[in-house]
């Protein structure tokens, strides 16, 4: 005789650079065995492809997970953790004047969602040519980032990847409509100030981020931590 079958919850959540609600279920436990194997092997690169299968399994409707924004997997996995787990999860934060390791408690609600301004993605470069640039996908993060490579010439691959479009004052180039030759030619072309321009927007991307204020349980210094992105609500 088969054993019953319980029936999972479903919740909605709203991917934050589609604007699209997508149906999911909690994770289950044979999932959070996966997640904490992953989590304890401290590979950065292991811990997100294991969020990503996971996400990939609880999510009911289709979509092409590879392609959504580093900021959309957080925001998936942290609705998912809420659902499967419990709404908090237990830290040990280092105190910035005496660096004792103290037990600080976050409450999912109290994490900040990316908030999308699509006027970021517009650079101005010179009064008139600018550049409409789109957020890497998990893909590009994790095809530009191998083996923690964090060199120029990745980070010009990165922004060559993510250029949705250039324009001047008569004329705008779809990027798809371009060779990577001759978009590697154009970053070429930038001077320092225009090259920075175009990497801020990279370092000032959306993620999940929050606020801690706690007093050091040794010193009672007052400490005001900032996390920012999946892995520091987590780690």
Known sequence: MALPELNTARYTVEIPSTGQTVTYRPY??????????????????????????????????????????????????LALRSKSVGEKVDLKIKCEECEHRNEVQINFDDIQKPVID????????????????KYPSMKDVERFSENGDESIENAM????????????????????????????????????????????????MPALHSTILFN?????????????????FFS
């Open 28 to 77: 289950l436990v044979k999932e959070e065995k996966v997640l904490m194997m992953a989590m304890e092997s401290n590979d950065s690169k292991m811990i997100i492809q294991t969020i990503v299968n996971v996400i990939k399994s609880c999510i009911q409707d289709e979509i092409d997970i590879d392609s959504l924004a580093m900021f959309d997997i957080e925001t998936l996995f």
């Open 118 to 133: 699509d006027s970021e993605k517009r650079v101005m470069l010179t009064e008139d040519v600018g550049v409409v640039l």
């Open 157 to 204: 691959k990165m922004i060559t990847a993510c250029i949705d479009s250039i324009f001047d004052a008569d004329n705008l180039y779809d990027a798809k409509n371009e060779t990577v030759e001759a978009l590697d030619k154009f970053i070429d072309s930038l001077n320092n100030e225009q090259f920075t321009k175009l990497s801020e927007f990279f370092k000032e």
């Open 216 to 232: 050091c349980t040794s010193c009672n210094h007052a400490n005001s931590e900032e996390l920012r992105g999946l892995q520091s």
